[in-house]
């Protein structure tokens, strides 16, 4: 599939905090976002910072997830139906997600202070 569309993230089940920009952390902009190119060989950066793709690279390529790692100007990445933040294993930002249940997601305004799961080897995040 060339795009997923993401519905006010992942339909409200899944909350972001951002890599860059701490001025705006922990405040919500209910939007629809496309984001071209994603694949199920290659990761698709997305930074919600700019509203845009940042960049790709092949999935399983040690050399280019090192460099990714090093980065702070991307917030998710997509690969087929997995899903990484700039976090732990993943990336060396502030990043991270969560899953939000038992709370309608419409009454959310702010983004969770805690509870947020950042990237390890042992967990893959899938949609």
């Not at 087929?80 to 009454?107: L, P, V």
């Amino acid at each position: 599939m060339n795009k997923y569309i993401l519905f006010s993230l992942l339909l409200g089940l899944i909350g972001v905090v951002g890599c860059q920009d701490d001025e705006h952390v922990g405040t919500r902009t209910e939007t629809t976002l496309t984001i071209d190119g994603v694949t199920d060989s290659t990761w698709t950066y997305f930074s919600f910072v700019t509203g845009s793709v940042v960049g790709s690279s092949p999935l399983g390529d040690a050399q280019s997830d090192a460099r990714w790692y090093k980065r702070t100007d991307w917030d998710i990445a997509l690969c087929s139906d997995m899903i990484r933040t700039n976090s732990g294993t993943s990336g060396k930002g502030k990043g991270g997600i969560q899953k939000i249940s038992n709370r309608n997601y419409n009454a959310i305004t702010t983004a969770p202070d805690d509870g947020y799961i950042v990237d390890r080897p042992d967990i893959v995040i899938k949609r």
